[in-house]
């Protein structure tokens, strides 16, 4: 049985993170700082979930000997970068820079029409996601999912499951039965370690990540339907109930 389909954000609906890349540079350069990150350098950071806590994680590294004072200048520095990177990418992505990854949208509209249920499970802001979801579905975008979960209500980052045990509880379903859907070694870490079967459909930025923990790791979900997805889970569930050494007989 199939009952949700849970998306990531970034990555994953949208290849979103050149973007904010773009966005960052823009809030050091707007700051005076010295700081550029270029492509290597961001997906190194890209390991870090959460752009605030990449920024930090960033300038401890240029500066190790870091601390907070000032009553916390540090973190007022981090939270002031973090907000005109956010409204710079608000911008661009009302702007149309960015569309749907190849068979999102398709996917989604399929689960809706056979009432499959659909969340979003994400370490990004409820901006971000408004942001890309209002300019690719709608100005009724939200009525689309069943829950939401984001760094507002799931602060914890990936790869910890909060966000998707928070989503899951919000809808009442059992993991077993739902798919997410990621980009990223942290996505999928957290996903599975809340019980739930993983799509991964990587970008340049994550296609080194060890993703041999997925159910499948795809280009991209434009030949995917629902019949297979549900295909993949029933083999799932039936090879984790299988006795031990059934397979060889």
Known sequence: ??????????????????????????????????????????TRLLEISGGKERLLHHWRMVQPNLKEVDGGAVRDT?????????????????????SLRPGVLALMQAAYDEGVQLAIATT??????????RSAIGPDWRSFFLAIGDASNAPIKKPHPQVYLKVLADMRLDPAHCVAFEDSANGLQAATAAGLATVITPTSYTAQHDFGAALRVLPDLSHLNLAQLRQWLSEQQAARTRPRGAAGR
Request: proline share 3%.
């Open 1 to 42: 049985m199939l009952t949700a389909l849970i998306f990531d954000v970034d990555g994953t609906l949208a290849d979103t993170e050149s973007v904010h890349l773009e966005a960052f540079n823009h809030a050091f350069a707007q700051e005076g700082l010295d700081w550029h990150w270029d492509v290597p350098l961001y």
């Open 78 to 98: 981090v939270a002031r970068l973090h907000e005109i990177k956010t409204a710079y990418y608000e911008q661009v992505v009302g702007a149309g820079a960015l």
């Open 124 to 133: 990004t802001s409820p901006v971000n996601i408004a942001a890309l979801l």
